[in-house]
Structure formats: structure tokens, C-alpha cells
């Protein structure tokens, strides 16, 4: 079974600075997706970015981008000039192939101090 | 296009009685997935529905039911609630597992907010 682990449950940042949220996982399969998913406080969930296990180029987007080390199973999420509307719980997630079934980490809550 | 909306937003029940709940995903969409929230438990998995047949199924007691409609909307249901049900019950709609480029993307609804008393 696959599992998703979030080593930090909370982390913070000063306004315009870089934090780098940690994300391991575990599988025996070769072909899946990785996630980055974005909970303010009482709203819903968003998606920050994906990537696809088979590209081993980094996925980017805007102020958002991954480290993905597949050999490692690790996928980290860095967020540049970070911003008071990036607070909130960011919740890293695994799918198979062919299965909508997303397997959540327990998040790591992320503030933001001007 | 229209996101993916939950009804009821809130809901209190007390321990014994039965809840329904639904999920319109968004317009195309085929793909419905379920998400228990919790403190304590973190997101977990409940069931997957691909054009109104169950794909997957999460570790949740037979209490827990869905089903998915021709329209692609889907509903879930719990029987017999128990204090622990209380949660934020999140529906996710995407194209469809395998459906497209980008087409597996998974776009998440508000959610229910379900107490039991």
C-alpha cells in the first residue's frame, strides 16, 4: 500500500522570503501522480501543482515548483516571494494510474508573518 | 464553468439517525471521488465513482454508502451516525482516471460539515 508522509506539521515564513515544504512517500509502482494541495482556513481545497512520476522534469508553476527525487520518493514544494494569501494547511497527495483515489499526507500548516 | 458544489453545507444530526449527502461535479465531469476530514484522521479515502459504477472503496464500515447518477452527480449516504462521523465530507470531480491530458485533475467541491450529537 502506498503511503504519504508530512515530516512537518507546521512551518512559517517572513513575507518575500522562500520556504520549502517537505513531502516523502512510499510505492512499488513506477507510474502515478504527486500533488500539492492548498486548505486556507475555511475554504476549500485547491490545487497548487502536479507532477507526473514518468516527467523528470520539475513541475513549476509561477511562484510554486517542486523537487521531485523519484529514487528517492521525495517531493518537496518550494514557495518563492511567499505571499500573506499562502497561508494555509498544504496537504501533499499520491495517485495511481487510472484510479482518482488520492492518498493524502497530514498536512503541514504553513504561516505567513508580514 | 461552475465548480463543484456539496449540499448541505452544514448539517447536525444526533447518534442513531441517517445523513445523505450530495455532490454536483463540474459540468463533463464523470469522475467522483469522497474524502473523510478529521482532526484526528487526517483526509482519508471513501469511494470512487466512474460513470455511476463504484471503482474504489476506502476502509469505512458498510455504514458508509454512494452511489453516482447518470448525470454524474453523486450522493452519499450514513447510516446509524456515531459521534466519530462527525467530519467535513469533501467530493472531488474530475474528467476521469486516464481521461485526456491534465484530464485526471482533481478539483474539490466546499464540502459538508457534518456534527453529531
Known amino acids: 500500500a502506498q503511503t504519504v508522509t508530512q515530516s512537518q506539521p507546521e512551518m512559517s515564513v517572513q513575507e518575500a522570503e522562500t520556504v520549502t515544504l517537505s513531502c516523502t512517500y512510499d510505492?512499488?509502482?513506477?507510474?502515478?501522480?504527486l500533488f500539492w494541495y492548498k486548505q486556507p482556513p475555511s475554504r476549500q481545497m485547491i490545487l497548487v501543482i502536479r507532477?507526473?512520476?514518468?516527467?523528470?522534469q520539475n513541475a513549476t508553476e509561477n511562484r510554486f515548483s517542486v523537487n521531485f527525487q523519484k529514487a528517492a520518493k521525495s517531493f518537496s514544494l518550494k514557495i518563492s516571494d511567499s505571499q500573506l494569501g499562502d497561508a494555509a494547511m498544504y496537504f501533499c497527495?499520491?495517485?495511481?494510474?487510472?484510479?482518482?483515489?488520492?492518498?493524502f499526507g497530514t498536512g503541514t500548516r504553513l504561516q505567513v508573518f508580514p | 464553468k461552475a465548480g463543484v458544489t456539496q449540499t448541505p453545507r452544514y448539517l447536525i444530526k444526533t447518534r442513531g439517525q441517517q445523513v445523505t449527502l450530495s455532490c454536483s461535479p463540474i459540468?463533463?465531469?464523470?469522475?467522483v471521488s469522497w474524502y473523510q476530514q478529521t482532526p484526528g484522521q487526517g483526509l482519508q479515502f471513501l469511494f470512487e465513482?466512474?460513470?455511476?459504477?463504484?471503482?474504489n472503496k476506502g476502509n469505512f464500515p458498510g455504514r458508509f454508502s454512494g452511489r453516482q447518477f447518470s448525470n454524474s452527480r453523486s450522493e452519499m449516504n450514513v447510516s446509524t451516525l456515531e459521534l466519530g462521523d462527525s467530519a467535513l465530507y469533501l467530493c472531488?470531480?474530475?474528467?476521469?482516471?486516464?481521461?485526456?491530458?491534465?484530464?485526471?485533475?482533481?478539483?474539490f467541491g466546499p464540502g459538508t460539515r457534518l456534527l453529531v450529537l
Open positions: 510505492t512499488s509502482e513506477s507510474d502515478y501522480y
Open positions: 472531488a470531480s474530475s474528467s476521469g482516471p486516464g481521461v485526456g491530458q491534465g484530464g485526471e485533475t482533481q478539483y
Open positions: 507532477q507526473e512520476a514518468y516527467k523528470q
Open positions: 465513482y466512474f460513470s455511476e459504477t463504484q471503482r
Open positions: 459540468s463533463g465531469h464523470r469522475s
Open positions: 497527495a499520491y495517485r495511481s494510474r487510472n484510479t482518482d483515489k488520492l492518498i
